[in-house]
């Protein structure tokens, strides 16, 4: 099936400190999605994105839709301690199956 | 406004049990999707279903697996003669009927066999 590149595999940062990651494929999608996962639950979605180049914010949370769309990016900024989990991209098309990267683990010192 | 359901949260089978995972989708969501995700890794697409029928069933495997939402009641994952493999944790997510690229993930049912 179709895979999709998440980076880093994981992040130790300390609190206060602005957080990068993205999401690579191969296939383009008209559907970006980003999600966060607590330990023991299931992930709950962050910000959904429609349109290649959009620029979408959720407070201090920003993704950004690849203009190839073949990537997406997600932003964090000044990070706090409840920001600790697993965060997952999800590229799609419409009417069809989503595929979910491997997921990036972020850590954060107090 | 109740999110999406799931239940059991935790089930415990047996080599060669049989186990039913149940979803129930947010109110007026038509569309539902089940994934598993092993350890450490992520979500993997295993069927997508809108009312009594499926539509992509692409990532179940083709034995021991089989899914279903009915008219009414819950959407149900049903894995028969289960073997230590499908030890995991399945979600359920919905979504509504004309947003069908957002979805909205329940808890999820850790599936243990032993």
């Known amino acids: 099936g179709q895979q999709l590149n998440q980076s880093p595999q994981s992040m130790f940062i300390q609190e206060g400190e602005d957080v990068s990651m993205n999401c690579t494929s191969s296939?383009?999608?008209?559907?970006w999605l980003w999600y966060k996962q607590d330990p023991g639950e299931g992930p709950v979605l962050l910000i959904a994105l429609y349109k290649a180049g959009e620029l979408t914010s959720n407070g201090r949370l920003t993704a950004q839709f690849g203009i190839t769309r073949k990537d997406s990016f997600l932003n964090i900024s000044a990070s706090i301690p409840s920001d600790v989990g697993i965060y997952f991209c999800a590229g799609g098309n419409t009417g069809n199956q989503f595929y979910f990267g491997t997921g990036t683990s972020l850590t954060v010192i107090p | 406004n109740a999110g999406v359901m799931q239940n059991p949260r935790h089930l415990v089978r047996r080599r060669g049990q049989e186990a039913r995972l149940r979803c129930s989708p947010m109110k007026g969501h038509s569309h539902v999707y089940w994934y598993r995700q092993l350890p450490e890794e992520g979500l993997k697409f295993m069927v997508y279903?809108?009312?009594?029928?499926?539509?992509?069933e692409s990532g179940m495997p083709k034995e021991r697996f089989s899914a279903e939402f009915p008219k009414e009641g819950p959407s149900i994952l049903r894995i028969q003669q289960v073997v230590r493999g499908d030890s995991a944790a399945y979600f359920c997510?919905?979504?509504?009927?004309?947003?069908?690229?957002?979805?909205?993930f329940g808890p999820g049912t850790r599936l243990t066999v032993l």
């Open positions: 997510a919905s979504s509504p009927r004309d947003r069908t690229d957002t979805q909205y």
């Open positions: 279903l809108q009312k009594e029928n499926i539509i992509d």
């Open positions: 296939s383009i999608f008209n559907t």
